[in-house]
């Protein structure tokens, strides 16, 4: 173990984990460049498992169990920062991470076209801006048969620091990739029919045997203030809503995904 101890929050070993912003970490100038934290051993065995390459790591000793053990043999030789409680404290949310954060370099995104190959039902989010959604969103996904999930430039970055830990590494399990304008037609043009999620007087049930019979097909899920855009709704081929009871209108988009993903399923 490469381990190096730091005792000065100020050291520049910290910078990743601690000054960068997440738009710094994306570096959109320099993609090659680009990184993003991993949080927990169970987060950076997934995103290793992913393929995805470790740049360094910062661990509390006293959590360095047999997991946290297993994620620092699997990183290899790079550097291990370590540090006194008092220190590792001062960045925002490491009592959240179970004492393990991973810097990794971003793996490039692939072309919707093989992230969608083969797919027989996934999730589009359109503009989903909150990252805590987001992560909630493909775990769902992962755990209730989708395939594959495509979203707009305008959402949260799946491996925004907080999507991740909420994914629970879901993110590095669930092909995705974002769409260009015009997806709509992008995804018509691959086999897809689209069932835009919407409180609308004209939506179908998600119920309705329809929807289970499509053989490809995109449940599209909108912001959490707005949700669908109105032309995103009139272009998609459903509009479909979830049966509410006791007065309540609308479910927050990670709860309504898991719901819409269980019954829309294949398997």
């Not at 949310?93 to 190959?117: H, I, S």
């Not at 909150?130 to 491996?159: E, H, Q």
């Amino acid at each position: 173990m490469n381990l190096i101890e730091i005792t000065d929050f100020n050291a520049p070993e910290l910078d990743v984990y601690a000054r960068l912003t997440e738009a710094q970490l994306l570096n959109r100038f320099e993609p090659k460049k680009a990184m993003f934290i991993a949080e927990s051993p169970k987060v950076i065995l997934r995103a290793l498992d992913a393929g995805c390459v470790p740049v360094s790591l910062l661990v509390e000793r006293n959590h360095i169990n047999d997991e946290a053990q297993q994620a620092i043999d699997a990183c290899g030789d790079v550097p291990v920062y370590t540090a006194p409680l008092e220190v590792l404290t001062q960045l925002t949310g490491f009592q959240l991470t179970r004492g393990m954060l991973c810097a990794m370099k971003r793996p490039p995104l692939p072309a919707v076209e093989d992230v969608l190959a083969g797919a027989r039902r996934i999730a589009v989010l359109e503009d989903i801006q909150n990252p805590t959604n987001v992560g909630a969103i493909f775990r769902s996904a992962a755990a209730l048969g989708m395939d594959a999930v495509v979203l707009t430039s305008a959402c949260s970055d799946p491996l925004y620091r907080r999507s991740c830990r909420v994914s629970m590494g879901t993110v590095f399990q669930v092909p995705w990739t974002y769409l260009d304008e015009n997806w709509v037609e992008k995804l018509r043009s691959l086999g897809f029919k689209t069932a835009a999620m919407a409180l609308d007087n004209r939506a179908i049930s998600i119920e309705d045997p329809r929807l289970r019979a499509e053989e490809r097909l995109a449940v599209v899920l909108g912001s959490e203030g707005d949700g669908l855009a109105a032309t995103t709704i009139a272009d998609c081929d459903y509009t479909v809503m979830i049966p509410m009871y006791h007065g309540v209108d609308s479910l927050n988009v990670a709860a309504a995904s898991a719901v819409a993903f269980w019954e829309l399923r294949t398997k």
